[in-house]
């Protein structure tokens, strides 16, 4: 491949992510924007929106069909990483350029699992990011990206774009989308007798010792949205998450508000994954916001929940990582959000020296809380019961950079939008404490405050 060059301009303020996106990528046959500005927690809250274009556009779309899709990437990264060498030293701590997109859950076939059903939808879409800004919330800061050819015309004519872009702008607020007028349980692939049988099937299983815990999930199949950016708006304004993002590849189009990190691999070669397993609700009262958390952090179901899960991934990550390295720095701790708390564990793990990011997401994947545990078992066991394929949602959505970073979050609380319609899956973790009612009661929150918003 012919050497690329970069090319960086810095902007002494953080931008608009939604001007951005109107007056640079609306029109772009292929968009992201990994949105980092609702989240109150991280050290570091950073935006990165952009584009592919030029000489060296390219999205790789691939089904479980086409081969071994981690693998490619692998080989991509590599060769990106040698046109290019050194990344500048202002994008090493916020986005160091690479490919950003999704694993969809059906590419467990690859991980282990089977190919029980065939997904509408790519089950993998990595956009190449050759154009880009990073919007650093916390510095107040914004840097305007482009990867290219060396005396390539077109970069600077779109660095020029850019810069014209950081002028105000004022939004208004978005308007309701018509599906989230709509009852979701009208629209429920599995109706209420359904889930609730698959319930009962999954509570046999945890009997006769099959599976610990099973993840079983749904599908809301709503019609089609006109608009899947103002969607998007929507979505963020009324269910803001930490791993909020909106991808968009020709009619297709995801809207996730995701709260949920799967993986992070950071400049060390350290893993991390960060399951949730418990939701609460935030209170206006301060004291009864306490109690909130109190009885979450106690909850025995929710911990058995944590336990089971956290096992799951010390073994994923324990297949990659040198050995002794796997730790749980913080078992079940609260965090607090703004719409909810939640019950969080990390784990971590140091790669080997022969491992990669890529390696660490195909031992992790598909995320465990999205499975059950045993992951293998138990996913043949929710192939039995559910009817169709999950498609993107319970897969991993994020980057992959050249220097060999990632970060990816769990595909929940996400709307997937063709012209066929839109796509919403949502479950829950069945466990032997669990009650039906409560389980299916629980999946249509999660529905509904991805379409409606909410706490959930």
């Known amino acids: 491949m012919p050497a690329l060059t970069w090319s960086v301009r810095s902007v002494d303020h953080a931008l608009d992510g939604e001007g951005i996106y109107r007056f640079l990528l609306a029109d772009e046959p292929a968009a992201f924007w990994l949105d980092g500005s609702l989240t109150d927690r991280g050290v570091r809250r950073v935006s990165v929106l952009g584009t592919t274009t030029g000489a060296d556009a390219e999205v790789v779309v691939r089904d479980v069909a086409d081969g071994d899709v981690f693998a490619e990437l692998q080989e991509l990264l590599g060769a990106r990483r040698d046109q290019l060498g050194a990344v500048p030293a202002e994008l090493r701590e916020v986005f160091s350029g690479g490919y ?72 208004s607020g978005p308007a309701e989308p018509e599906i989230a007028m709509l009852d979701l349980e009208a629209y429920l692939e599995q109706d209420r007798a359904t889930y609730l049988a698959g319930i009962d099937a999954c509570m046999a299983a945890l009997e006769a010792g099959e599976t610990y815990e099973a993840c079983l999930t749904n599908r809301v199949r709503l019609p089609t949205v006109a608009d899947p950016f103002e969607f998007y ?14 991808l968009r590849y020709g009619d297709l189009a995801v809207a996730s508000s995701s709260p949920e990190r799967f993986l992070t691999v950071d400049a060390d070669g350290w893993a991390e994954c960060r399951p949730i397993k418990g939701t609460a609700p935030r209170s206006a009262d301060p004291a009864q916001d306490q109690l909130v958390a109190k009885a979450l952090a106690e909850d025995e179901k929710t911990r058995a929940e944590n336990l089971m899960i956290v096992d799951l991934i010390r073994n994923d ?17 609260v965090e607090s959000y703004q719409t909810m708390h939640q019950l969080v564990t990390t784990v971590r793990g ?23 545990a045993p992951k293998i078992r138990t996913m043949e066991l929710l192939d039995e019961l559910e009817w169709s394929a999950r498609g993107v949602y319970s897969g991993a959505l994020g980057y992959l950079t050249v220097d060999g970073r990632a970060d990816l979050s769990v595909v929940i609380r996400t709307a997937v939008m063709t012209p066929d319609g839109t796509v919403v899956g949502a479950g829950g973790a069945i466990v032997l404490d669990s009650e039906p009612v409560a389980e299916y009661d629980e999946m249509v929150l999660k529905a509904t405050a991805t379409i409606k918003g909410g706490t959930t």
């Open 233 to 246: 708006l929507w979505q963020r304004a009324h269910n803001p998450a930490p791993y909020s993002a909106f």
């Open 317 to 333: 990550l324990g297949r990659v990582s040198e050995p002794g390295t796997v730790q749980v720095p913080h078992l079940m701790a």
């Open 100 to 171: 950003v997109g999704y694993f969809g859950y059906e590419l467990k076939a690859l991980t282990g699992g089977a190919a029980a059903y065939e997904a509408t939808t790519p089950d993998a879409l990595w956009i190449w990011a050759n154009r880009f800004v990073v919007i650093d919330h916390d510095e107040d800061r914004s840097l305007l990206v482009a990867i290219h050819p060396p005396g390539d015309a077109a970069a600077p004519r779109w660095l020029d774009r850019a810069e014209a872009s950081t002028s105000s702008w004022v939004m």
């Open 350 to 372: 140091k790669l080997r020296a022969e491992a990669d990011a890529v390696d660490a997401v195909r031992a992790c994947f598909p995320p465990g809380s999205m499975t059950g």
